[in-house]
């Protein structure tokens, strides 16, 4: 053992980092091995410190070893020299899994041999400079800076961050000049006018995640630079409540060797159910912090309950983090690290800090309960202890561990292990216990170099005890910071309910496009980048938002109006027969895909002499402000230029109108007709479902307000099918989740139910109501 902490020692490690990394079998061979490539192309030099950081960065955080040798030789020979370099390798050969490797494309990618001079650097910040010089003069240094450094950083990816910095800063004070007392004064508030107040914005980015211009803030301007006024990478000490020790500074230190400075989040659900709405916000607000501030969020599954995990969960939620435009910088889970996290435990109890406690969980349940008889049981009992319940010699529920503090919500001495003879997804047999959220949470956090751990307000209760257990192990400690959760009205979004509507066949699956799950979302016909628009709008607020759905659909209608092509379909069809038109009269019309622009495009629809309407663009019966078709007023055919009108209604059995006989004249020659109304012609037919709120209440889950609970609560009109609409043929070869604007209809979307005989479409929301239209 002694030889091994020398050997990690030698490239740099401090003793207590060497010790734990012994701990770690297959950490340590690795790293073993690493040096022993390293020494092989060093002869008898030896390994700096800068280097002996980056080897073991690229250890900890490499998944296939075979490239162990080659990204070795890479940083021993001081080609890969930098963090970001390391970052983009590990992300070159994960993404290049054969055996050759490319070497003039791998280094292409890792910027190997770019020298970033010191005039490029120059060049490069003054073309910045110059094109916001004019926001710059007006604004001066209440101008956000974090813009400048952000196009900096991305023109120039291989150069210093701190010459970078340096040169923007000296540029600005360049143009500006030093800071006046004016500068220096707090920006005044803008006084609010009641239309104002009145007037919600609608943050419309033009991208999904990007950076485009917007209406009001769009969230990556939210979410930029200072503008949450989170604290600095490495600065950790600066945030209130946060705890500092005798070796913070130091572990600060090391931890800023790792990242470099870089912002790191990372969002962390549990794979045990599907994402929600909620969801949306946090994936937004995690994600979103690391791309406005240049920095990585990782996805790491929190898979410690074995009892409730589901490989379809874990793909679901990858699936949907990039269906909504984000892309992990590494999906991580807290069962990669059992074995360290077990280590950990073994050294809390050493230090004093943990016990194995044999009071069951009702025992713990309650205010106010007393301390365990157990709690100062000597520490060579407990290690006995626990060793004895990883080797399965206890029954579930018999012991626990528990950590010697009090939460700040008083719960005393919270559980850091349980044991479950559960087999894990990902490790089997090979554990029967399982660390808890409390215990789990902050360490992945720790070992992940996590410096902003975003959470929901919820969590605040579990910041002192996120803080005293990474301080308690003496491990480097991030941030907590809370934030507030998004609620929607109309729905519920808890797993079990979601369960028990499952189960009791209120909805079909998680996907029903009446939850307000993800991929209900989805399969409904919500755009990706509406979703995200609506987390922009509802903003980065600590205070928890509760929001009604048609705020989410006003985001999905500005969205679909620009990018769903319009088609015409009729959803309860009446027959109409033009009699002055020969059978075999049969043309194609070219339609605009978009009518308010043609340049983006144009189908072909057919019309003859059978086409079909609504059946309520026909009234027989003509009613005051009625504006379409009766047996005394002609209406106008959409993009047909004719107007018809009626000469004969056709009657079933039942005193139904099953059929109009009608004739056409060109609309060139006919006097205006008060409405123009869609039509098809040789159509598909097709299934349409329409949606409604699934609950007929605001508040499902409050017994105030649904006494008998939220599934007395169901609405029974939430689901309407029509087996027998109309469309026409343009939207034949559509392809699932394809969305249309059905004109004068609504927005649609082909559901995966579709197949090659019968296509079926989802009603995502409606048009926006014009009240003056009848």
Known sequence: MADAVSIFMSIGLSEQKAKETLKNELLSSTLKKAIEVAQGLLGSAGIDKTTGTLLYSMVTRLKDTHRLSFL???????KITTELQLSAALDFVKSHPQEHVDRREFETACGVGVLVTPEQIEDAVELIIKKHKDQLSAERYRFNMGILMGEARAAL???????????????????????????????????????????????QVSEVNGEGKTEGKSLMEQLRGEALKFHKPGENYKTEGYVVTPNTVNLLKKHLEVTGGQVRTRFPPEPNGILHIGHAKAIN????????????????????????????????????????????????????????????????????HAYVCHQHGEELKGHNVPPSPWRERPVGESLVLFDRMRKGMFAEGEATLRMKMVMEDGKMDPVAYRIKYT?????????????????????????????????????????????????????????????????????VVSKRKIIKLVETGVVRDWDDPRLFTLTALRRRGFPPLAINNFCARVGVTVAQTTMEPHLLESCVREILNDIAPRAMAILEPLKVTITNL???????????????????????????????????????????????????????????GYVISVQRIIKDNCGKVCELEVTCVSSDS?????????????????????????????????????????????NPNSLTVIE????????GKAKVFDKFQFERVGYFSLDPDSTSEKLVFNRTVTLKEDPGKI
């Open 157 to 203: 990816k291989w150069a210093d961050g701190k010459i970078v910095k340096n040169e923007v800063d000296m540029q600005v004070l360049h143009l500006l000049g030093p800071k006046t007392e004016a500068d220096l004064e707090k920006k005044p508030k803008a006084a609010k006018t009641k239309a104002a107040e009145k007037d919600v914005k609608i943050e």
């Open 670 to 714: 006919a006097e205006k007709p008060k409405a123009f109304i869609h039509w098809v012609s040789e159509p598909l037919r097709c299934e349409v479902r329409l949606y409604e709120s699934l609950f007929l209440h605001k508040h499902p889950e409050d017994p105030a307000e649904v006494p008998a609970g939220f599934l007395s609560d169901i």
């Open 582 to 640: 020969p059978t075999s009269a049969q043309k194609e019309l070219r339609v605009p895909d978009f009518p308010a622009n043609e340049a983006k495009g144009s189908h072909v629809v057919s019309f003859s002499k059978t086409i079909f309407i609504e059946q309520s663009d026909f009234r027989e019966v003509m009613e005051k402000g009625y504006k379409r078709l009766t047996p005394d007023q002609p209406v106008g055919l959409r993009h047909a």
């Open 285 to 352: 607000f995690n994600f979103g912090f690391a791309k406005a501030n240049n920095g990585i969020c990782f996805l790491r599954y929190d898979d410690t309950n074995p009892e409730k995990e589901e490989e379809k969960y874990f793909t679901a939620i990858k699936d949907m983090v990039e269906w909504l435009g984000y892309r992990p910088y590494c999906v991580t889970h807290a069962s990669d690290n059992f074995q360290l996290l077990y280590d950990l435990a073994v050294d809390l109890i050493r230090r004093g």
């Open 724 to 731: 027998s609409a109309l469309v026409d043929r343009s939207v």
């Open 423 to 491: 087999p894990h997804h990902r490790t089997g047999d090979t554990w029967c216990i399982y660390p808890t959220y409390d215990y789990t949470h902050c360490l992945c956090d720790s070992i992940e170099h996590i410096t902003h751990s975003l959470c929901t307000k919820e969590f605040q209760a579990r910041r002192s005890s996120y803080y005293w257990l990474c301080n308690a192990l003496d491990v480097y400690c991030p941030v907590q910071w809370e934030y507030g959760r998004l609620n929607l009205t109309y729905t």
């Open 72 to 78: 070795t030789e890479y940083i021993i020979t001081r």
